[in-house]
């Protein structure tokens, strides 16, 4: 058993660890409107029924417990009054003389205030979370003569070092995005060495910018509604197989948990927000796959919704990085 160690007129310290807890507001920004929808009417048609049901059970009627949930009419028709009276749209009238009848009037009612409330926040809540961007389902991965710099692909012609491809496009089709920038960062744990226990680490990654060059970030000037944009994450190492254990210098032979982070930030044009965006990689769940991804096919002679390769945006071409392939010429 181990023993507490105190400086000399150190208090002791009473908090409880972990202290943790979870925000409403976030889980409704994170699901979509229809969802929301469907979850509030659910809870709402719920709840009626169990007030409709304790309504039933609790009346003062000479009629027999199966005689009151025999008529199903009945029931359903009290069920909707319930529910028109938890929405603010109707009042129940409970009997003069029934403590239970009372209370559950009182708990319609009171929820018939609260729920305009709680939609209304929802609706600013999803105003205000905005999520713009649509990411490709996996990280690919190809040789690093297959990134879309001319410069960079003509230098890695005759390499075998692979490069991070991660896709992403802006989803709403009457919003503007500028001074959109990318950062990537790599997550894992690693024993430390006094205490055996494992310990967080973040490193910065180089990501290519406008040139071609490895950079701190990559950053556009605006973002054209639905065009996909592309992060390339340089390995500086071959990939042979997944997952791979060595980028930019890092051997992560004796590293747990390693995951990829690629954070966007941009503002929009005319509300004058910033937004942000990222997505997790995990090297160990399948978030990775070799090979190059299927490009668009620009037309401009067709709406951006229109051109072709969107229904193979997760897919793969070849290329891959374990010696399939051909260089450029």
Same mark, same amino acid.
């Given at each position: 058993?181990?023993?507490?160690?105190?400086?000399?007129?150190? *208090?002791?310290?009473?908090?409880?660890?972990?202290?943790?807890?979870?925000?409403?507001?976030?889980?409704?920004?994170?699901?979509?409107?229809?969802?929301?929808?469907?979850?509030?009417?659910?809870?709402? +048609?719920?709840?009626?029924?169990?007030?409709?049901?304790?309504?039933?059970?609790?009346?003062?009627?000479?009629?027999?417990?199966?005689?009151?949930?025999?008529?199903? #009419?009945?029931?359903?028709?009290?069920?909707?009054?319930?529910?028109? +009276?938890?929405?603010?749209?109707?009042?129940?009238?409970?009997? *003069?003389?029934?403590?239970?009848? =009372?209370?559950?009037?009182?708990? +319609?009612?009171?929820?018939?205030?609260?729920? *305009?409330?709680?939609?209304?926040?929802? &609706?600013?809540?999803?105003?205000?979370?905005?999520?713009?961007?649509? %990411?490709?389902?996996?990280?690919?991965?190809?040789?690093?003569?297959?990134?879309?710099?001319?410069?960079?692909?003509?230098?890695?012609?005759?390499?075998?070092?692979?490069?991070?491809? &991660?896709?992403?496009?802006?989803?709403?089709?009457?919003?503007?995005?500028?001074?959109?920038?990318?950062?990537?960062?790599?997550?894992?744990?690693?024993?430390?060495?006094?205490?055996?226990?494992?310990?967080?680490?973040? =490193?910065?990654?180089?990501?290519?910018?406008? =040139?071609?060059?490895?950079? #701190?970030?990559?950053?556009?000037? +605006? &973002?054209?509604?639905?065009?996909?944009?592309?992060?390339?994450? @340089?390995?500086?190492?071959?990939?042979?197989?997944? @997952?791979?254990?060595?980028? =930019?210098?890092?051997?992560? !032979?004796?590293?747990? /948990? &390693?995951?990829?982070?690629?954070?966007?930030?941009?503002?929009?044009?005319?509300?004058?927000? !910033?937004?942000?965006?990222?997505? %997790?990689?995990?090297?160990?769940?399948?978030?990775?796959?070799? /090979?190059?991804?299927?490009?668009?096919?620009?037309?401009?002679?067709?709406?951006?919704?229109?051109? #072709?390769?969107?229904?193979?945006?997760?897919?793969?071409?070849?290329?891959? @990085?374990? /010696?399939?392939?051909?260089?450029?010429?």
């Amino acid at each position: 058993m181990g023993r507490e160690v105190r400086w000399p007129g150190r *208090p002791a310290d009473t908090r409880t660890h972990p202290r943790y807890r979870t925000s409403v507001r976030w889980w409704i920004a994170g699901r979509t409107v229809h969802a929301l929808l469907l979850m509030t009417l659910g809870a709402l +048609a719920g709840l009626s029924v169990l007030v409709a049901t304790a309504w039933t059970l609790t009346e003062h009627s000479p009629r027999s417990m199966a005689d009151r949930f025999s008529n199903e #009419e009945a029931l359903l028709d009290l069920s909707l009054t319930v529910l028109r +009276a938890c929405v603010g749209t109707d009042n129940l009238e409970p009997e *003069p003389d029934s403590t239970a009848h =009372q209370m559950l009037a009182t708990v +319609a009612s009171v929820t018939g205030a609260l729920v *305009p409330a709680v939609l209304l926040g929802i &609706v600013l809540i999803k105003m205000f979370a905005l999520r713009p961007f649509v %990411w490709r389902r996996r990280a690919s991965i190809s040789h690093a003569w297959t990134a879309d710099f001319p410069g960079y692909s003509r230098t890695n012609a005759n390499s075998d070092d692979a490069i991070i491809a &991660v896709r992403f496009y802006n989803r709403f089709d009457n919003l503007s995005v500028v001074d959109l920038r990318a950062r990537a960062h790599l997550r894992y744990l690693e024993r430390s060495p006094h205490d055996g226990s494992l310990v967080i680490y973040k =490193q910065w990654l180089k990501v290519l910018d406008a =040139q071609g060059e490895p950079a #701190e970030e990559r950053s556009w000037l +605006a &973002v054209e509604r639905g065009a996909p944009f592309t992060v390339w994450i @340089p390995v500086e190492a071959p990939v042979a197989e997944l @997952p791979f254990r060595r980028i =930019q210098g890092k051997d992560l !032979e004796g590293s747990h /948990g &390693v995951k990829l982070l690629v954070r966007l930030t941009a503002r929009t044009v005319g509300l004058g927000t !910033e937004v942000a965006d990222e997505r %997790w990689f995990d090297l160990e769940a399948g978030d990775f796959e070799l /090979g190059r991804f299927v490009p668009l096919q620009p037309d401009l002679d067709k709406d951006v919704w229109h051109w #072709e390769g969107w229904t193979e945006f997760d897919g793969l071409t070849g290329s891959r @990085p374990d /010696g399939d392939g051909t260089g450029p010429a």
